[in-house]
Structure formats: C-alpha cells, structure tokens
C-alpha cells in the first residue's frame, strides 16, 4: 500500500514539481495549497507524512503545524524553508519536525534531500 504524503505550498508550480517527483517515488500526494486547507486535509485524509512550507501568506507553515498537532501528534513532518533560521528550526523541532529541507530549487539538491527525508519519516511512522 502506498504512504500518503500531504504537500503544502502556496506556490503553484513548487506543488506540481514537487508533487509530480514525489508521485513518482511511488507515493500518493495529496496536495494542500495553505495552511486551512492542510488542516483540513490531515483531518480527512489521514496522510502519513507531511511536506510543509515554512513561509505561507496567512497561515505559516509552523501555525499550521501548532494546528495539525491538536489532530495528530505523530504524523512525521518535512519542513520546506527558503529562510531556515535558528530560532523557527528549534520551534518546528519542538513540534515534532523531522528535517528540514533548503527551498533553493526545486531541480537542485533540494529533491535528493527531500527523498531521504521522505525514507527517514517514513522509518518514524508509528505502526
């Protein structure tokens, strides 16, 4: 059975590259443009991992994981950042993020890491 990964962005075309290549590593994407939406679909869908972009207009990224949290405290978490800064990596680690992944491109280094990320949460899920 393949693991279901809920991918939020609120840039469009981060969500198809990303979603695409993640398809591809044989997962399903359920794909969360904003943090209400991600809320929702953790609620509905029960992912079993997910790939959160710190910086969301509205809602950030570690708003909506404080959210997601009331629903579910063992969902591993993969944070997207642009801008990783001491003080947000010590927050997201305290909620339970599992790594942390450059937002530099989307064709670089960034999907290598992010499929190890992805292998390592997957390994955390609770059975």
């Known amino acids: 059975m393949k693991k279901k990964?809920?991918?939020?962005?609120?840039?469009?075309?981060?969500?198809?590259?990303?979603?695409?290549?993640?398809?591809?590593?044989?997962y399903d994407v359920i794909e969360a443009s904003n943090g209400k939406d991600a809320i929702d679909a953790v609620a509905s869908k029960s992912p079993d991992i997910i790939v959160l972009?710190?910086?969301?207009?509205?809602?950030?990224?570690?708003?909506?994981?404080?959210?997601?949290?009331?629903?579910?405290?063992?969902?591993?978490?993969?944070?997207?950042?642009?801008?990783?800064?001491?003080?947000?990596?010590?927050?997201?680690?305290?909620?339970?993020?599992?790594a942390y992944i450059p937002k530099l491109s989307v064709l670089s280094s960034s999907i290598s890491a992010l499929k190890e990320a992805l292998r390592v949460a997957e390994n955390t899920i609770k059975a």
């Open 5 to 26: 990964i809920l991918l939020v962005d609120d840039e469009p075309d981060i969500l198809m590259l990303i979603g695409k290549k993640i398809s591809k590593w044989d």
């Open 53 to 98: 972009d710190y910086m969301m207009p509205g809602m950030d990224g570690l708003e909506t994981l404080k959210e997601i949290r009331k629903i579910s405290k063992d969902i591993p978490v993969i944070m997207f950042t642009a801008f990783p800064d001491k003080k947000s990596i010590e927050e997201g680690r305290a909620l339970g993020v599992c």
